[in-house]
């Protein structure tokens, strides 16, 4: 089992950035496909981005695609979220997720992800 826990959410103006980190325990990072997924009281979590920690393509949204970039850093069991030009559409609650295997297109649901945190809001407003 694996035990996840994301930071770096806040408050910012819209064009504002944020950097949302999730670190991993319990599970080998490498093995498993690593997401990012948001959240509001009107609309059902749907995938930002994903990330294979062995080395697959990454994945995103097109409402981010050329706004946010996900990366990870094996040595730390940790993956990212950079969001820049933040736009108030993207406020929410900021989960990161993961799966055993590779990522692929379907990454983005999050059906198949095994493992959450708890989430970390952004908020993104003038």
């Known amino acids: 089992q694996g035990h996840l826990v994301e930071s770096g959410g806040g408050s910012v103006q819209p064009g504002g950035s944020l950097r949302l980190s999730c670190v991993t325990s319990?599970?080998?990072?490498?093995?498993?496909?690593m997401g990012w997924f948001r959240q509001t009281p009107t609309k059902e979590r749907e995938g930002v981005a994903a990330?294979?920690?062995?080395?697959?393509?990454?994945y995103y949204a097109d409402s981010v695609t050329g706004r946010f970039a996900i990366s990870q850093d094996k040595s730390k069991n940790t993956h990212y979220l950079q969001l820049d030009n933040l736009k108030p559409e993207d406020t929410g609650t900021y989960y990161c997720?993961?799966?055993?295997?590779?990522?692929?297109?379907?990454?983005?649901?999050?059906?198949?992800?095994?493992?959450w945190g708890l989430g970390t809001q952004v908020t993104v407003s003038s």
């Open positions: 997720g993961a799966h055993f295997g590779n990522c692929t297109p379907d990454s983005l649901g999050p059906q198949g992800f095994q493992y």
């Open positions: 319990g599970d080998t990072y490498s093995n498993f496909c």
């Open positions: 990330i294979y920690g062995g080395g697959r393509a990454a």
